[in-house]
């Protein structure tokens, strides 16, 4: 039987690290703020993960007060929730993503994340679907103070 899982992500922008969203280092002359390398994308997608298993969430695996995940990169937590659904005989079968964000402009980057989401779910690019809205201006996210990330991920049985 398919099971969904939605994830969802937020982080303050920093001046003081490199953007790394969706698995790629962006250059656009600010980061994300968190324990971790604070790859929103990656962390909304591991927990869309999690969520379809029933899992736990990302901050129970993975805590911010635990030294080993300082600057970790992402893809360690998603490969590990990936593990698990594998154990379960689990496989992704697609991905959507939706980032909410002022800035950067994401339009350039969405087909380099969209392949490498892709790879890092061991799937194909055409199951994988990375969209940017803005908040037109409204709240935190519209003042530049941040982004959020919404993610759907659909699991089903292992076919070999």
């Given at each position: 039987m398919?099971?969904?899982?939605?994830?969802?992500?937020?982080?303050?922008?920093t001046t003081s690290r490199p953007m790394v969203?969706?698995?790629?280092?962006?250059?656009?002359?600010?980061?994300?703020?968190g324990h971790s390398d604070a790859d929103a994308v990656l962390h909304?997608?591991?927990?869309?993960?999690?969520?379809?298993?029933?899992?736990p969430d990302i901050g129970e695996l993975f805590p911010d007060t635990d030294p080993r995940?300082?600057?970790?990169?992402?893809?360690?937590?998603?490969?590990a929730a990936l593990e698990r659904a594998a154990q379960a005989n689990l496989a992704v079968v697609n991905c959507d993503v939706t980032v909410i964000a002022e800035q950067p402009k994401l339009s350039p980057h969405k087909q380099p994340m969209?392949?490498?989401?892709?790879?890092?779910?061991?799937?194909?690019?055409?199951?994988?679907?990375?969209?940017?809205?803005?908040?037109?201006?409204?709240?935190?996210?519209?003042r530049g103070e941040g982004l959020a990330v919404i993610a759907a991920v659909l699991l089903d049985e292992r076919t070999a």
């Amino acid at each position: 039987m398919p099971r969904v899982g939605i994830g969802y992500d937020s982080h303050r922008f920093t001046t003081s690290r490199p953007m790394v969203l969706g698995g790629l280092q962006l250059d656009c002359g600010f980061g994300l703020a968190g324990h971790s390398d604070a790859d929103a994308v990656l962390h909304a997608v591991t927990d869309a993960v999690l969520g379809a298993m029933g899992g736990p969430d990302i901050g129970e695996l993975f805590p911010d007060t635990d030294p080993r995940w300082k600057d970790a990169d992402s893809s360690v937590f998603l490969r590990a929730a990936l593990e698990r659904a594998a154990q379960a005989n689990l496989a992704v079968v697609n991905c959507d993503v939706t980032v909410i964000a002022e800035q950067p402009k994401l339009s350039p980057h969405k087909q380099p994340m969209r392949r490498r989401l892709a790879e890092l779910l061991g799937i194909d690019p055409s199951r994988v679907s990375v969209k940017a809205k803005t908040n037109e201006g409204m709240g935190w996210i519209g003042r530049g103070e941040g982004l959020a990330v919404i993610a759907a991920v659909l699991l089903d049985e292992r076919t070999a």
